[in-house]
């Protein structure tokens, strides 16, 4: 499995950017996806996950009501759409495969990262 992320940019604050990340593979829409984020200095952090069937999603606190995360299996991708946007959300971030269902919110939990998106948000 290839992950591909792309969408990261600069922004201000209160404004809005969305993540895609393309993957390889036939068995996509068998995977829970994730997004994480990393700041250099700190340990990744998860920020959502959705589960294979799109039923299912959930959040970190810090992001709760301001990111979602669809996906689209026919066009094996899934987004991470970040409205609201504030500096603390400065970070690289990284999508994940989990192609072992184990719906959990560490990242050893995910077999498969794709190379990272940096995302600034500006005050």
């Known amino acids: 499995v290839q992950l591909q992320a792309s969408g990261g940019g600069l922004v201000q604050a209160g404004g809005s950017l969305r993540l895609s990340c393309a993957a390889s593979?036939?068995?996509?829409?068998?995977?829970?996806m994730g997004w994480f984020r990393q700041v250099p200095g700190k340990e990744r952090e998860f920020v959502a996950r959705?589960?294979?069937?799109?039923?299912?999603?959930y959040y970190a606190d810090s992001v709760k009501g301001r990111f979602t995360i669809p996906r689209d299996n026919a066009k094996n991708t899934v987004y991470l759409q970040m409205n609201s946007l504030k500096p603390e959300d400065t970070a690289v971030y990284y999508c994940?495969?989990?192609?072992?269902?184990?719906?959990?919110?560490?990242?050893?939990?995910?077999?498969?990262w794709g190379q990272g998106t940096q995302v600034t948000v500006s005050s």
């Open positions: 994940a495969a989990d192609t072992r269902r184990n719906n959990r919110d560490y990242g050893a939990a995910y077999d498969y």
């Open positions: 593979g036939r068995s996509f829409s068998s995977y829970t």
């Open positions: 959705i589960t294979w069937t799109g039923s299912s999603t």
